[in-house]
C-alpha cells in the first residue's frame, strides 16, 4: 500500500533536504511514517512505535551517506528491516546464531501483535500464519502486497539480486498457504486463496485508517 504522493516526489525533498531544507524532512517522514508503522505493527506489536522513532532517528543519523544509489523508501525500508532485527536479536535467544532471522518465529515475540495488527478472526489468523513465516519472507510478502514496492525495490531493502526476490517471493507466498491451511481461524469455512485475504485485509486497514 503505497503512500498517496502530493507535493514533491521523494527525490526532490531528499535534494531540499540535503541543501539544509528541515520541512522537507519533516515532509518525508510525515508521508511515510504511516508505511513505517504498519512494518512494526505486524513484528513488534506494543513496541512499534518505538521502533518506528528508533528508524526515523537512524535514517537522520545515517542521512548524510545516503548517496540515492536506490529510491528514499527503499532506503527508509532497509533501515526499519536492521532495526526490527536488532529489536529480534534481543527478545530471542535464539537469534544470537541467525542473522538473517530465517528460524525465528515472530510470533513468539509479541502474539498481542495480531490483535493490533487486524480486527476480524480470520485476519488475526492471518497475521499469526505471517508471524510464523522467517522474519524476511513475511517482510517480503508485506512489502511487495501492502507497500506496492518493485521487485527491484524490495531487492535493495533486503540486499539481495531481483532474481532471487522473485524465488523467494514464490516460495513465501506457499509458506504462507501453507501456515493458513495448518492454522485456520476459529469457526472459519472461508475457503479463498491467500491471496484474497491478503486483499481484504489491505481494504480493512485503509478503511480504518484516520483521515
Do not use: C
Not at 64 to 91: C, K
Not at 156 to 180: H, M, N, Q, W, Y
Amino acid at each position: 500500500m503505497s503512500e498517496r504522493v502530493v507535493g514533491p516526489d521523494d527525490a526532490a525533498l531528499v535534494r531540499a533536504w540535503r541543501a539544509g531544507d528541515r520541512r522537507a524532512a519533516s515532509a518525508l517522514v510525515e508521508r511515510h511514517i504511516d508505511g513505517v508503522s504498519r512494518f512494526f505493527t505486524t513484528k513488534a506489536g506494543a513496541h512499534a512505535d518505538d521502533l518506528v522513532q528508533r528508524t526515523f532517528l537512524r535514517v537522520a543519523e545515517a542521512f548524510p551517506t545516503y548517496r540515492e544509489e536506490a529510491p528514499f523508501r527503499a532506503w527508509l525500508f532497509g533501515i526499519a528491516r536492521h532495526v526490527l532485527f536488532e529489536y529480534l536479536r534481543s527478545r530471542l535467544r535464539d537469534a544470537r546464531n541467525d542473522d538473517d532471522m530465517r528460524v525465528s518465529e515472530l510470533v513468539a515475540i509479541d502474539p498481542r501483535a495480531s490483535t493490533l495488527a487486524a480486527v476480524r478472526a480470520e485476519q488475526r489468523a492471518l497475521v499469526r500464519a505471517l508471524q510464523r513465516l522467517p522474519a524476511d519472507a513475511q517482510i517480503l510478502l508485506e512489502l511487495y502486497y501492502w507497500e506496492d514496492f518493485s521487485i527491484a525495490d524490495i531487492a535493495s531493502v533486503l540486499s539481495i539480486p531481483p532474481g532471487t526476490v522473485k524465488s523467494r517471493l514464490f516460495k513465501a507466498r506457499g509458506l504462507l498457504r501453507d501456515e493458513v491451511e495448518a492454522h485456520p481461524a476459529p469457526d472459519s469455512d472461508d475457503a479463498r486463496s491467500v491471496r484474497l485475504q491478503l486483499a481484504d485485509w489491505l481494504a480493512d486497514v485503509k478503511e480504518r485508517r484516520p483521515t
